[in-house]
C-alpha cells in the first residue's frame, strides 16, 4: 500500500498496460481479487495514471512473453522465478521501448478499460439466483 502512494504524486506520470488475462489470475483468494481490480478500476480514473487493457479478441502486432517495467530511461526491469534482471543497455532500452509502444497501440483505455474490469469482477462474483418480477 505504501507504494501505491506515489501514483498520488500529481507531477508523476503512469502508463501501465495488463493483458485482459492477467486481470481474472487467481493467485488469492476471490474476496482479495476483486478488492485488487475495484482498486485498479479507481487507479484507472487518476489523471496522472494512463492504465490500459489488451483485450482478449485484441490480435496482437507483438506478443506480451514476459512482464517489464519501464521505470526510466536508463533501466528495464524483469522479474523471473530466479532473478531479478535489470538491463541498461540503450539497445535493450530502445527494444524495450518498442515493445511497450507496440502494445500500448492495441490497449484500449478509459471507459472501455473500466468495463473490461467490470465484467471480471461480474464473472468472478458468486452467481446469486435471479428473482422474477
Known sequence: MQRQELLYHCEKRFHFVLTEAALPCRRCSRDVL????????????????????????????????????????ECITIETYSAELNLAQSQEIELYGKVFEALATVATYGRRTRSIITRVIDNLAPHEPETGS
Open 34 to 73: 476483486v478488492a485488487q481490480l475495484d482498486r485498479l478500476m479507481s487507479l484507472s480514473a487518476l489523471p496522472n495514471v494512463k492504465f490500459g487493457i489488451i483485450s482478449d479478441d485484441t490480435e496482437y502486432i507483438i506478443g506480451p512473453w514476459h512482464a517489464f517495467w519501464i521505470r526510466d530511461r
